[in-house]
């Protein structure tokens, strides 16, 4: 399984690279560097809205997504060990087993839980300070 995992990540990686080369390359000369506005044209930043998003609620917005994303990782490592837990028949290891990883995804969602409040409490004091500051 892990090394199932390890192929995937790799490549992903190299395909992502392959593909950022590939679009480097073709976008410009050997020796010209791109400017921002070839990577991203101006319709694209007018539909995503970002040119008129404030700079805290777009990271808000940023830690808010990787927090869900986490939430997700870890509810998904939970249901592999109630997989784990369900499929073992009697076996004793895949039990043991199955309670690693339901345990160790409850871990996991407290922490991304408690970081998710101490982010939004950060950032809900420093939006309070820096608009009472203005």
Known sequence: M?????????????LNGALFF???????GPNTPLSANELIDAN????????????????????RTAMGLLGIVAVIIIL?????????GGDEGRVETG???????IIGLAIILSAFALAT???NSLSTSINSAT
């Open 2 to 14: 892990k090394k199932i995992v390890n192929l995937v990540v790799l490549f992903a990686m190299l």
């Open 22 to 28: 590939a679009y480097s390359a073709s976008a410009a």
């Open 44 to 63: 694209t930043i007018s539909q995503t809205g970002l040119q008129n998003a404030d700079l805290k609620a777009t990271v808000a917005s940023l830690i």
């Open 80 to 88: 592999i060990g109630g997989f784990y837990w369900m499929t073992a």
């Open 99 to 105: 309670k690693k990883w339901i345990f160790s995804g």
């Open 121 to 123: 409490f950060v950032i």
